[in-house]
């Protein structure tokens, strides 16, 4: 089993935040911040809340998906919290992805 590198977990949970500088400072319908929030909300979360619980995975398709789908529903899950405590905007929401990013991808894999 090999625990996911520092610099990659330092790299993804910047990932959150580079995708808030970039919800802040692009136009809304600019293409380069279409792509970085797509991808961030996409792969970001799932990527790093699988990280610690299976260390040594071969990549493949099933892989993939399960990080989409742990990602949705991480946004799905952070969207209708803040919707019930009545504060949803979609800024508030990555602001959560970014902080459930930045605290599961930081510690090292299990062993």
Do not use: E, K, Y
Request: with cysteine; proline share 7%; net charge positive.
């Amino acid at each position: 089993m090999s625990a996911r590198p520092l610099p990659a977990r330092i790299a993804l949970a910047a990932s959150g935040w580079l995708a808030m500088l970039t919800a802040a400072n692009l136009a809304d319908a600019a293409p380069l911040r279409i792509a970085v929030l797509l991808g961030f909300a996409l792969l970001c979360p799932g990527a790093a809340v699988l990280g610690p619980l299976l260390p040594a995975r071969d990549g493949g398709t099933q892989t993939f998906l399960l990080v989409v789908m742990l990602s949705l529903s991480a946004l799905v899950f952070a969207a209708t919290a803040l919707m019930l405590i009545g504060w949803f905007t979609a800024f508030r929401t990555l602001l959560v992805l970014a902080v459930l990013t930045t605290v599961t991808a930081l510690p090292p894999a299990r062993s």
